[in-house]
Structures are given as C-alpha cells and as structure tokens.
T-cell receptor, first 116, second 114 residues
Framework: DAGVIQSPRHEVTEMGQEVTLRCKPI?????LFWYRQTMMRGLELLIY????????DSGMPEDRFSAKMPNASFSTLKIQPSEPRDSAVYFC??????????????FGSGTRLTVV | KQEVTQIPAALSVPEGENLVLNCSFT??????LQWFRQDPGKGLTSLLL?????REQTSGRLNASLDKSSGRSTLYIAASQPGDSATYLC?????????????FGTGTRLTIIP
C-alpha cells in the first residue's frame, strides 16, 4: 500500500483565494482525520470522519473551512477565502477503528500551505 | 478536555546514551497512548501504541510504558544513535467509541550528538 497520499505537497496562494487540499486514505481504513500543525499551536484536530460521515468537526476554526468525504477513498479540505493565518502544514491521517480494537494511525506527508 | 504535555521541549544527548522522554495527560480515561516520530519537514511515523490495558510495548531499542493512574507515559530509547534525532510526539486517544480522536503533546525535539 502506498500509504496515505496527500496533494499538493506545497501550496502558495494569495489571500482571498480558495484552497483545496486532497487526501487518499489507506484502502480498508474506515476513519479519516484532518490535522493542522503550526509552531505556536502544535498539532490540532480539525475534523474526523468515520465511514465517510463527519463525526467531530469542533476543531474547524471557522466557516471558511469545510471538509468532505464523498467516498471511502477520497477527502478534501477547503479554505475559502484563505487568510495568512491559515499558513500551516495540514496532515491527513487514516485508521481502522472498530469496537475494542484500534490499529493505529497512518499519517500522510502533509501539505505545506503558505498564504501571502 | 484532554491535555497532553511533553517535557522537556528539547533534549541533546551524546551518542550511545540511554534516554527517557516524558509524556503526561490530564484525563486517565484513554483508549490508548501512541508515540510518533516526526523528522523535519516530514509527516508523522507511528512508533508504538499502548492499549489502555497494557503497561508497556517494545520495538527494537524503543520501550514505551503507560501508567494510567498517574497520567504518565515514557519512551525509553536505548543506545541512542544520530539517526534517532527527530521530534517525538505522544498522543492520547479518547475512550469514546464513535468519536475517537488523538490529542497530541507539543513534542520533544531530540538531538543525538555524534
């Protein structure tokens, strides 16, 4: 398996533009997580999907952020409009979670977003 | 709300030494405790996962322990090597089936001096 695949690896955009980050989880995993990492705040969970359904989006900073998981093999995180304070590394992770067992998380390589 | 703390934030040790990284968490009702490694500019690599019913896990030169009652976990690295230089993060997974999520510490940046 190629692991969790994120695209693009780097994104530089101007303030106000729409940004879409993409994630392909590991085949067979039923849970997908979007995290944001900054020097100031460390790793923060943005949103968590289980079986393609959003379970917890309490970490989404504001309405400018939205995430979708239309099927088990694809998810997007969209920021519209983007702001300089959104600059961070965004990680996607997937896992197989079932009652009584956790197979652990696999993280993608991340998308480094710079908003100028 | 779970809070995870890692002290120290940075650590430098000579090659060959054994070392311990510390992690503490405020809510002992966890499903498991995980340790990750992050190299500069890279993603996270899972090192060890300790289920809440376990007290330790070992993988090669790494040994992680878990004491739920005191809210602590340690990662022991034996015979450190320059290749061990990285940031190590611990994460506690909430005991809440249907809403599992990891809360991460801010990490310990480890430098092994050749």
């Amino acid at each position: 398996d190629a692991g969790v695949i994120q695209s693009p690896r780097h994104e530089v955009t101007e303030m106000g533009q729409e940004v879409t980050l993409r994630c392909k989880p590991i085949s067979g995993h039923n849970s997908l997580f979007w995290y944001r990492q900054t020097m100031m705040r460390g790793l923060e969970l943005l949103i968590y999907f289980n079986n393609n359904v959003p379970i917890d989006d309490s970490g989404m900073p504001e309405d400018r952020f939205s995430a979708k998981m239309p099927n088990a093999s694809f998810s997007t995180l969209k920021i519209q409009p983007s702001e300089p304070r959104d600059s961070a590394v965004y990680f996607c992770a997937s896992s197989f979670l079932a009652s009584g067992y956790d197979y652990g998380y696999t993280f993608g390589s991340g998308t480094r977003l710079t908003v100028v | 709300k779970q809070e995870v703390t890692q002290i120290p934030a940075a650590l430098s040790v000579p090659e060959g030494e054994n070392l311990v990284l510390n992690c503490s968490f405020t809510d002992s009702a966890i499903y498991n405790l995980q340790w990750f490694r992050q190299d500069p500019g890279k993603g996270l690599t899972s090192l060890l996962l300790i289920q809440s019913s376990q007290r330790e896990q070992t993988s090669g030169r790494l040994n992680a322990s878990l004491d739920k009652s005191s809210g602590r976990s340690t990662l022991y690295i034996a015979a450190s090597q320059p290749g061990d230089s990285a940031t190590y993060l611990c994460a506690a997974e909430d005991l809440n089936f249907g809403n599992e999520k990891l809360t991460f510490g801010t990490g310990t940046r480890l430098t092994i001096i050749p």
